[in-house]
């Protein structure tokens, strides 16, 4: 078994929001998680701790999980994590803020007879057949939003975590039960691989190969060459974005099965 593992702040100075960890749990197989910290606008949000103490306390509880409880499927092992970080700040926090500390999520577990997947929100899951071919698994209702409608803080706060917009993990374990969810056949899995926003830009944004091209870009060159790859785009002044930052916190992990 091979993983590598990337993650790079958008801004040094500031704290890097993504989440990214590995395990590989004494009774075999292994987990990824992968989360990407909302960074909400300038103003108050409910909250006394920060999306970085969110996404460390969300992430480390997920990793635990997953690894640890083989019997949870993984919607009700985020559920679960969402609810234990929750309680950690119940008591100091309001957490019916809508800008509470909330975060995408992809975790991918596998033991010798099945690999396990969850998604919610706008980070990307790639699963690499044995053959070569590479599915992406997305949870693209914030992508099917018109644009017109995100285009202001308040219409944006007005479709997250609610019907018809788009879904975040934040306070409320229900929202687990919005999380694309599947598992593979382990025979039919090669390589896994997570990326956050900030590091799956190479292909959704900039265009510069597809998924499987992405892919290979892991294996043969690893994580940290993606994300240099994403920050030469960026800092490129022939090549437009669609996105509001130039630079996001980016992260990137790979596993060979």
Excluded at 96 to 114: N, Y
Aim: charged share 25%; aromatic share 4%; proline share 6%.
């Amino acid at each position: 078994m091979r993983i590598d593992l990337c993650s790079v702040p958008g801004n040094p100075e500031r704290p890097n929001e993504d989440w990214l960890s590995a395990a590989i749990p004494a009774s075999g197989g292994g987990v990824l998680v992968a989360l990407d910290g909302v960074t909400p606008p300038p103003g108050e949000v409910g909250c006394a701790h920060g999306v970085p103490w969110f996404a460390a306390r969300l992430g480390g509880r997920l990793t635990e999980l997953s690894g640890s409880r083989r019997d949870m499927p993984l919607d009700r092992v985020l559920a679960e994590a969402i609810r234990v970080t929750a309680d950690a700040h119940r008591d100091t926090c309001d957490l019916s803020h809508v800008r509470t500390p909330q975060a995408t999520v992809v975790v991918v577990r596998w033991d010798a007879s099945w690999v396990e997947h969850l998604v919610l929100s706008d980070s990307v899951l790639l699963l690499q057949a044995p053959g070569g071919e590479v599915r992406a698994v997305l949870d693209d209702r914030l992508d099917r939003i018109p644009r017109a409608q995100l285009r202001t803080e308040a219409s944006a706060d007005r479709l997250r975590n609610a019907e018809g917009g788009f879904f975040t993990a934040a306070a409320d374990p229900e929202v687990a039960a919005r999380a694309v969810t599947g598992r593979t056949p382990r025979t039919e899995v090669r390589a896994v691989a997570a990326l956050t926003d900030g590091a799956s830009r190479w292909t959704d944004t900039f265009g510069e190969g597809d998924w499987a091209e992405c892919l290979a870009v892991l294996r043969k060159e690893g994580a940290q060459s993606l994300i240099d790859r994403v920050r030469a785009l960026e800092t490129d002044p022939s090549r437009s974005h669609r996105r509001g930052k130039r630079h996001d916190d980016a992260s990137a992990a790979y596993a060979e099965l």
